[in-house]
């Protein structure tokens, strides 16, 4: 994590998404820009948490990791929405491990040193509670629309979710758990995107060779 702008009151600062907005006091003085690149870690999995993200641009993933050494992929998040949320209401006190995707750039807010005020601000908690209320809806919904769909369609949507710079490399074991399906059949299916030209296998990972096409398997739906 790199930090890129510190913010104070004087400054005349224009975020896309101004937090402003979600806050019945000056957050200004709390919070800095920062960045993370693809692949490092946002929030440290068993950690307490005493920052507060807000998701500017980029793509992360939610994971969680078992006594058995398994590691189960659990969500995605896109920009923009708050990352550390659920810690700083205490419903859980220790936080699943948060991964960037595509480099991140993330407005972090110091909570440990307006906790008291977060917590007790109505405009932002009923943001939150909009929030987590929509969060809900969409995993019950993407739930229901992955049971509809075929194995190709999940597929060539989870990679374009999870790739970064057309190069596609998620552990076939964990998404084979977190597609629902068996190691053997995410295999065959790949393969099959690769006889037909739409990824190819490189030492770094699979490769998009045409996204047109992956886009117009997702899109079967």
Known sequence: MKEIQKLNQQENYQPPFPLSDFFNFDIRPYVT????EPDETILQEGEKVNTLYYLISGRAKLF?????????????MNAPCFIGEIELLEAQKLTNGIKAITT???FAINASACKGQLLNDNKFLRYLCVS????AIGNTSNYAKNQSYTLEVRLATFILTT???RLYREKHTEVAEFLGVTYRHLLYVIAEFVKKGILKKTAQGYYIENVDRLREVADKK
């Not at 820009?33 to 993370?36: N, S, T």
């Not at 058995?68 to 995605?76: C, E, T, V, W, Y």
């Open 33 to 36: 820009v920062v960045q993370f």
């Open 64 to 76: 969680l990791s078992h006594e058995n050494g398994r590691i189960s992929l659990i969500n995605f």
């Open 104 to 106: 991140c750039i993330c």
């Open 132 to 135: 987590l209320s929509k969060k």
């Open 163 to 165: 790739s970064n710079n």
